[in-house]
């Protein structure tokens, strides 16, 4: 089994930023990938960014050149710098952790206000 803590979400407003962390423990296997979803009111789970292992790095269109994604491999720990951020933003952000299976994280709600 594996944990995901998850810390940093809030309220900011339109043009600001926040910085979201997820902390692994647990049965962590060097090989994995970590990463962000979101899921605003009534649509579906979507991905934001993902982190390999190896470093490779998948961003969704929405955020890429605003969102940058990184890890430290010691702490298994995984970041999100979030910046500029839109009220189509909002959205509770949850933390993935994926080797043969996905883990997720209890969710943190991140709000932005025009």
């Known amino acids: 089994q594996v944990q995901l803590v998850e810390s940093g979400g809030g309220l900011v407003q339109a043009g600001g930023s926040l910085r979201l962390s997820c902390a692994a423990s647990?049965?962590?296997?060097?090989?994995?990938?970590m990463g962000w979803y979101r899921q605003a009111p009534g649509k579906q789970r979507e991905l934001v960014a993902v982190m390999t292992s190896g470093s490779r790095i998948n961003y969704a269109d929405s955020v890429k050149g605003r969102f940058t994604i990184s890890r430290d491999n010691a702490k298994n720990t995984a970041y999100l710098q979030m910046n500029s951020l839109k009220p189509e933003d909002t959205a509770v952000y949850y933390c993935?952790?994926?080797?043969?299976?996905?883990?997720w994280g209890q969710g943190t709600q991140v709000t932005v206000s025009s």
């Open positions: 993935n952790y994926r080797v043969y299976r996905d883990y």
């Open positions: 647990g049965n962590i296997n060097r090989f994995n990938s």
